[in-house]
């Protein structure tokens, strides 16, 4: 299994351009789960959705962030226009059952706003 | 609502010392317990799991017991290595349903030779 897939790895981007963060989740898994970790906040929950289905969003900071799962193997999560203080490194993550199994997270994405 | 509570870092030790790290949690019901590690420039990755009251979760050396009486599920490892310098996560996962998994701030490690 070639566990969580992200892209890009890294990501510069100058403020106002539109940024779009890619996730492949495991095979299988029904859950999937943005985060964003910066060294001032932490590990935060933006979105997460339930086969398919965006199930709370409460943790998304504002209307230029959005989040999509067109299919159970594929989710992106897009930022427009971004603004530096977006700066930080965004992590997908898959469950199958989290109560037993807990998550699976990918290498995340390195997003820079200069 | 739900919370992890765990102790501050960063936490350095030497090479073969024994580590502990706390963990506390707030939540109805009977959650499941896990710790996470986060090597630099690197996800999460779970390190160990309990699902029930007096399981012990364990991997690579490191063990943690849920305590249901003392709401608790702390680390510990007898022997740290350079290589365990990380930083660690406690999370808690409701029973059932859309409910979410809390983490806690996560702890730095750091093992010095």
């Known amino acids: 299994d070639a566990g969580v897939i992200q892209s890009p790895r890294h990501e510069v981007t100058e403020m106002g351009q539109e940024v779009t963060l890619r996730c492949k989740p495991i095979?299988?898994?029904?859950?999937l789960f943005w985060y964003r970790q910066t060294m001032m906040r932490g590990l935060e929950l933006l979105i997460y959705?339930?086969?398919?289905?965006?199930?709370?969003d409460s943790g998304m900071p504002e209307d230029r962030f959005s989040a999509k799962m067109p299919n159970a193997s594929f989710s992106t999560l897009k930022i427009q226009p971004s603004e530096p203080r977006d700066s930080a490194v965004y992590f997908c993550?898959?469950?199958?059952?989290?109560?037993?199994?807990?998550?699976?997270f990918g290498s995340g994405t390195r997003l820079t706003v200069v | 609502g739900d919370s992890v509570t765990q102790m501050e870092g960063p936490v350095t030790l030497s090479e073969e010392a024994f580590l502990t790290i706390n963990c506390t949690y707030t939540?109805?019901?009977?959650?499941?317990l896990f710790w996470y590690v986060q090597y630099p420039g690197e996800g999460l990755q779970l390190l160990l799991k309990?699902?029930?009251?007096?399981d012990k979760g364990s991997n690579k050396g490191f063990e943690a017991t849920y305590r249901k009486e003392t709401t608790s599920f702390h680390l510990e490892k007898g022997s740290v290595q350079v290589s365990d310098s990380a930083v660690y996560f406690c999370?808690?996962?409701?029973?059932?349903?859309?409910?979410?998994?809390?983490f806690g701030t996560g702890t730095k490690l750091q093992v010095i030779p």
């Open positions: 993550a898959s469950s199958l059952d989290r109560a037993n199994y807990g998550y699976t």
């Open positions: 095979s299988g898994h029904n859950s």
């Open positions: 959705f339930n086969n398919n289905v965006p199930i709370d």
């Open positions: 939540a109805t019901g009977y959650p499941s």
């Open positions: 309990a699902t029930k009251a007096d």
């Open positions: 999370a808690l996962s409701p029973p059932g349903g859309y409910q979410k998994v809390t």
